[in-house]
Structures are given as C-alpha cells and as structure tokens.
C-alpha cells in the first residue's frame, strides 16, 4: 500500500462546477499538507498548504485536511477551463527533509 | 529571472550512453532536491542535499550519482542508461526544514531509445 493515495482521474467537469480533489494517507506522522498544481510540460507549483487538520481558504480553492481520517481535499469553486491540470497532493513529517507525492488527479474543465 | 533553471530540458540518448542533468536555484535556498516523474505523473523523490550535504538517498540503482558542488547547484549524472530511465526529472529547492514550500524546476525529460 502507497504511504498517499490519490485518484488519477481523469476528471472532467462543465466550466462552473465545484471541483473535489483527494487524498488519502496512512502514515499519521504527517503534519504538513500541500496541493500542487502542475500544467502539461512545467513543473508542479505550490497552491495550498496546510499545517495539522482545519481549513484554509485562498480565493477559489479550499483545503481541508481530516487527520482523524487520514484525509485531504482540494475544492475549486466557479471551475475555469485554465484550471485545468493534474493536482497532486504532497504531505511531510515536521522536522524532516522528505516529501510524499500522491499520484496526481488529472483534471478537465471543459468551456 | 527563473528561480530553479535545469538543463538540457529535453534529452533523448541511447541504451548505455552515460549523460547529466544540471540544476541551479537563485532564491538563495538551503535544501535542493531531484525526484523522477513517470509516465503516470507519479512523483518519487530521489536525492535531496541539504547545504551540499546528501540528506536523502532513495533506493535509486548506483548508476544514478547525485553532486553538489555548492548550495546553488545540484547535478545528477547516470551512467549505463536503460529504457526504464525514460522520465521526467525534477530538480526543486526549499528555503528551511519547516516551510513547505518547494519550488520546481521546469523539468528534463529524458529518453532512452
């Protein structure tokens, strides 16, 4: 069983749509959570990140981390056909170096 | 100004050829980083190098050598390239051990025919 697991889509939805991305973890050592974003051909880009359970908020996107089920979401609101992209989560143990990628969900919003 | 800058961004090479990637960040950063991306956009770190340090070393075949010759840079050489090498490589800095951050590297894809 992979340390973070994540659907790899692809998901497609209508521009508009609420997007719901997850993940789900077995090691509950992790503390730092973060959503990646990366476009075809470039390199992953920081959008959310999160330390312990609770939500954050950042215009369009929310993320929400459940540590007592082993569980993160990205939700996107208003979904714009620049969102899309796959989304990986990546999660870390305070105090270490090591970052844990999910698999990436690949997303299609469609105009 | 491109903060983590890697060459050659595209290399394509035969079974057996050795090459390099080379990977220099300008944000002045302690903690550099390569993982190697798959066709199924999985991310697996590789080797991270903490003020020219090795700090992580993942069970990567010795063909794969890592080098840093300042905090700035961080190469990675392969010798004996196999078809299982084709991938996409990261190279991807971050500024302390408690910020979470990291910034990446536009990529090196790399083919082995």
């Known amino acids: 069983q992979k340390e973070v697991e994540q659907d790899p889509g692809p998901l497609s939805v209508p521009e508009g749509a609420i997007v719901s991305l997850n993940c789900t973890y077995s090691n509950s050592a992790f503390q730092y959570f973060m959503w990646y974003r990366q476009y075809s051909r470039k390199g992953p880009e920081l959008l959310m990140y999160?330390?312990?359970?609770g939500n954050k908020e950042d215009g369009r996107f929310t993320a929400q981390v459940d540590k007592s089920s082993k569980y993160i979401s990205l939700f996107i609101r208003d979904s714009q056909p620049s969102d899309s992209a796959t989304y990986l989560c990546?999660?870390?143990?305070?105090?270490?170096?090591?970052?844990?990628f999910g698999t990436g969900t690949r997303l299609k919003v469609l105009a | 100004d491109t903060a983590v800058s890697q060459t050659p961004k595209y290399l394509v090479t035969q079974m057996g050829n050795d090459k390099s990637i080379k990977c220099e960040q300008n944000?002045?950063?302690?903690?550099m980083y390569w993982y190697k991306q798959d066709s199924k956009k999985f991310l697996k770190i590789m080797f991270s190098y903490n003020n020219k340090e090795l700090i992580i070393n993942e069970t990567v075949p010795n063909r794969f050598s890592p080098k840093s010759p300042d905090k700035a840079h961080l190469n990675l050489h392969i010798n004996s390239l196999e078809l299982g090498d084709s991938a996409v490589y990261f190279c991807a800095s971050r500024a302390s051990v408690n910020t979470g951050e990291l910034f990446f590297g536009e990529g090196s894809r790399l083919t082995v025919l």
């Open positions: 999160t330390y312990s359970s």
């Open positions: 990546a999660m870390q143990t305070s105090g270490t170096y090591k970052y844990i």
């Open positions: 944000l002045g950063h302690d903690t």
